[in-house]
């Protein structure tokens, strides 16, 4: 009898086989919960230990793991992406650069989105910026209780986009807009990506998947299953995120490092701690 597995999976090109049903096993079977979107259950996951088996935001889990939560690693990445088209200024107010930004109000939906740790990571190490010269704004908590957050709340009601059209913010970092007054911080986001990419030779990791750890303890199978599945329903697209062994543990050591240096994390681990026996053999 399949082993049922209570499952938060995003509707991503790689992972889209696998919750049509279009790829099945004997051995687990998948109830999926939806939240819209996704990462609205990376808190319940990391809080409650609330799913077998998790999409989960690389930086969550390098936090999570930093307090002891009882997940493991996957190595199945099912979002990445170049991040530099994520941050926005107001054109309306001036040109800004990101070398501008030392001592200025930035917005950021949570400090510890790890879209914001990719981008405080280009910023400090590519563009000289002084993180800790710029006063940060947020709207939500950590998905980590046990994190200490000592950025600044923004307002009840306010929206980040709002506040930046408003000039109540000089940037934003993790946001898009079609607002006709807001622009890329970057001025030329595709040369910019493109130059970042051939010095670190990386693709920035979004998201992985995670399982608890009870799991990898009592049914290692099922473990090696899950991974298995996720393997296949990502071939099964072409848009799915590839990468080699070498590729996943450059993005994860870059990343780690971010981390550390943001004070996210209290030391930087090897990429090989964020797995266990089981997913790290896979």
């Known amino acids: 009898m399949a082993t049922r597995l209570r499952t938060l999976l995003g509707d991503h090109p790689g992972t889209s086989a696998l919750?049509?049903?279009?790829?099945?096993?004997?051995?687990?079977?998948?109830?999926?919960?939806?939240?819209s979107p996704t990462n609205k259950g990376f808190k319940p996951m990391v809080r409650e230990a609330a799913f077998d088996v998790s999409e989960m935001a690389i930086v969550t889990?390098?936090?999570?793991?930093s307090f002891d939560k009882p997940m493991v690693l996957l190595p199945d990445v099912v979002m990445a992406r170049f991040q530099h088209g994520h941050a926005l200024y107001n054109a309306k107010r001036g040109a800004l650069k990101p070398t501008?930004?030392?001592?200025?109000?930035?917005?950021i939906r949570s400090f510890t989105t790890t879209t914001g740790a990719w981008?405080?990571?280009?910023?400090?190490?590519?563009?000289?910026?002084d993180l800790n010269s710029i006063d940060w704004v947020t709207f939500e908590d950590a998905h980590v209780a046990e994190f200490k957050d000592t950025t600044k709340r923004a307002p009840p009601g306010k929206s980040i986009i709002q506040m930046l059209v408003d000039g109540e913010l000089d940037a934003v970092l993790g946001e898009k807009s079609d607002h006709a007054d807001l622009k890329p911080l970057f001025a030329d986001v595709a040369a910019e990506e493109k130059a970042w990419a051939a010095k670190h030779k990386v693709v920035p990791i979004n998201h992985m998947v995670v399982v608890s750890r009870a799991m990898c303890e009592k049914n290692?199978?099922?473990?090696?299953?899950v991974?298995?599945?996720l393997a296949e329903s990502a071939k099964a697209s072409s848009a799915a995120p590839r990468f080699t062994?070498?590729?996943?543990?450059?993005?994860?050591?870059?990343?780690?490092?971010?981390?550390?240096?943001?004070?996210?994390?209290?030391?930087?681990c090897s990429v090989d701690?964020?797995?266990d026996d089981v997913t790290r053999a896979l």
């Not at 501008?100 to 917005?107: E, F, I, P, T």
């Not at 290692?220 to 299953?225: D, G, L, S």
């Open 245 to 268: 062994v070498d590729e996943m543990r450059r993005s994860l050591e870059l990343i780690i490092g971010y981390c550390a240096q943001q004070g996210l994390i209290p030391r930087a």
């Open 61 to 65: 889990y390098l936090m999570a793991r």
């Open 220 to 225: 290692p199978n099922a473990v090696r299953e």
């Open 19 to 35: 919750r049509s049903g279009a790829i099945i096993s004997d051995l687990v079977e998948f109830d999926f919960v939806d939240y």
């Open 100 to 107: 501008d930004l030392n001592g200025k109000r930035v917005g």
């Open 227 to 229: 991974h298995r599945l």
């Open 273 to 275: 701690e964020l797995f």
């Open 119 to 129: 981008l405080r990571g280009i910023l400090a190490n590519d563009c000289g910026v």
